[in-house]
């Protein structure tokens, strides 16, 4: 038990979403939204989760947490089995893992103060009385926390800007003290001189805190300072998992690679020899996935045995996990952009 310190295990977790057709809507196939992922998250780690637009993040953050209904697999947390327990159970263990999501503007009730956004959960679960001083001196705390004016609970969202309302929904999801946090593209939607000002004060509370998070993005450059790993997800599955500079200097999957090649370097030599791999074409639907290892209809790399077999999610280093069947210990799955200059 003592070397286990995963504070959650994601086990082969899959969601489908039923297509339903015709007058009796007889279930006519399914989306593989999320499709046998596994990976672990250890406490107070930050692990990034990265992957265009539809492969699966926000699904897999939602069944991780049991918003949804997982189809299959299991989600371990503190060492207990969420598939397995009731509703009552869950209930109980809600307050220990929260969620952010990617607009602020969306998920605030513009109706509701401050004080009742961010004091809403602790009423919920019957842990303060609404109106009484131990509320106010709470939510007065969690402003604190998240860098804002206590005076301000008594305002409405649309007094705040982007990053304000960012941070109120942080404090929100602290209220309940969680040990782990599913943000869902959590600044994606504010301004790129606002975004690093959230991602500081998010890696600040987490060394303040010791809370864990699986932190979604569309793009590496997002995820590149927050994460301790990355893991990488193509139409619901995971193709690679590795520490975060393993991952921006090393990656073996051909998909991280064309991702990792999209990211800007600031020093200009390097920037200058950045062998560019852009991908072309839409990822496949998720409702009728290919055959053998679902990239390779995309993977310049693609070999007869991809389109058939399905490569196993496997450990090439230590903690350096990669689908893909030409990946070997000395990187044979490395794509070689010849210059054409
Ligand atoms: N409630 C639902 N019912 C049916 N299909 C769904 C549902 N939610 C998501 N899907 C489908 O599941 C797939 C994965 O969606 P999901 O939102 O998890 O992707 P994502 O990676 O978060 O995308 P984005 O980057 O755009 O947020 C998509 O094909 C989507 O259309
Ligand atoms: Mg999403």
């Given at each position: 038990?003592?070397e286990?310190?995963?504070?959650?295990?994601?086990?082969?977790?899959?969601?489908?979403?039923?297509?339903?057709?015709?007058?009796?809507?007889?279930?006519?196939?399914?989306?593989?939204?999320?499709?046998?992922?596994?990976?672990?998250?250890?406490?107070?780690?930050?692990?990034?989760?990265?992957?265009?637009?539809?492969?699966?993040?926000?699904?897999?953050?939602?069944?991780?947490?049991?918003?949804?209904?997982?189809?299959?697999?299991?989600?371990?947390?503190?060492?207990?089995?969420?598939?397995?327990?009731?509703?009552?159970?869950?209930?109980?263990?809600?307050?220990?893992?929260?969620?952010?999501?990617?607009?602020?503007?969306?998920?605030?009730?513009?109706?509701?103060?401050?004080?009742?956004?961010?004091?809403?959960?602790?009423?919920?679960?019957?842990?303060?009385?609404?109106?009484?001083?131990?509320?106010?001196?709470?939510?007065?705390?969690l402003?604190?926390?998240?860098?804002?004016?206590?005076?301000?609970?008594?305002?409405?969202?649309?007094?705040?800007?982007?990053?304000?309302?960012?941070?109120?929904g942080?404090?929100?999801?602290?209220?309940?003290?969680?040990?782990?946090?599913?943000?869902?593209?959590p600044?994606?939607?504010?301004d790129?001189?606002?975004?690093?000002?959230?991602?500081?004060?998010?890696?600040?509370?987490?060394?303040?805190?010791?809370?864990?998070?699986?932190?979604?993005?569309?793009?590496?450059?997002?995820?590149?300072?927050?994460?301790?790993?990355?893991?990488?997800?193509?139409?619901?599955?995971?193709?690679?998992?590795?520490?975060?500079?393993?991952?921006?200097?090393?990656?073996?999957h051909?998909?991280?690679?064309?991702?990792?090649?999209?990211?800007?370097?600031?020093?200009?030599?390097?920037?200058?020899?950045?062998?560019?791999?852009?991908?072309?074409?839409?990822?496949?639907?998720?409702?009728?996935?290919?055959?053998?290892?679902?990239?390779?209809?995309?993977?310049?790399?693609?070999?007869?045995?991809?389109?058939?077999?399905e490569?196993?999610?496997?450990?090439?280093?230590?903690?350096?996990?990669?689908?893909?069947?030409?990946?070997?210990?000395?990187?044979?799955?490395?794509i070689?952009?010849?210059?054409?200059?």
């Open positions: 038990m003592a286990n310190t995963a504070l959650l295990q994601v086990i082969n977790l899959r969601k489908y979403f039923p297509i339903v057709s015709g007058m009796f809507s007889r279930q006519a196939g399914a989306v593989r939204a999320v499709d046998g992922i596994s990976f672990d998250i250890k406490r107070g780690e930050t692990l990034g989760m990265v992957g265009e637009s539809g492969c699966g993040k926000s699904t897999a953050g939602r069944a991780i947490l049991h918003l949804h209904k997982p189809t299959g697999g299991q989600v371990i947390f503190e060492g207990r089995d969420l598939t397995a327990m009731s509703g009552e159970e869950l209930r109980l263990l809600r307050p220990k893992m929260q969620m952010i999501f990617q607009d602020p503007y969306a998920t605030l009730n513009p109706r509701h103060s401050v004080k009742k956004i961010v004091g809403e959960p602790l009423i919920i679960h019957g842990l303060m009385k609404k109106g009484s001083g131990e509320l106010n001196d709470r939510v007065a705390e402003l604190e926390l998240v860098g804002m004016d206590p005076a301000y609970m008594r305002r409405f969202p649309h007094e705040f800007s982007g990053g304000q309302r960012q941070r109120i942080i404090a929100r999801a602290l209220s309940l003290n969680p040990d782990f946090i599913v943000c869902d593209e600044i994606s939607a504010l790129v001189s606002i975004q690093a000002q959230v991602v500081n004060l998010m890696q600040d509370l987490q060394e303040q805190l010791g809370v864990a998070y699986l932190f979604i993005a569309h793009d590496l450059s997002m995820v590149k300072h927050i994460s301790h790993r990355i893991v990488v997800m193509y139409l619901g599955k995971v193709m690679e998992l590795a520490e975060r500079n393993t991952l921006f200097d090393d990656p073996l051909p998909y991280t690679q064309s991702l990792n090649s999209a990211v800007p370097t600031p020093n200009p030599k390097v920037e200058r020899a950045r062998q560019r791999f852009i991908l072309e074409g839409d990822p496949p639907s998720p409702a009728n996935p290919p055959s053998g290892c679902v990239f390779h209809t995309r993977c310049p790399l693609a070999v007869a045995a991809c389109m058939t077999d490569p196993e999610f496997r450990e090439i280093h230590p903690g350096h996990f990669v689908a893909c069947h030409l990946a070997d210990e000395k990187g044979g799955s490395k070689e952009v010849v210059s054409t200059r």
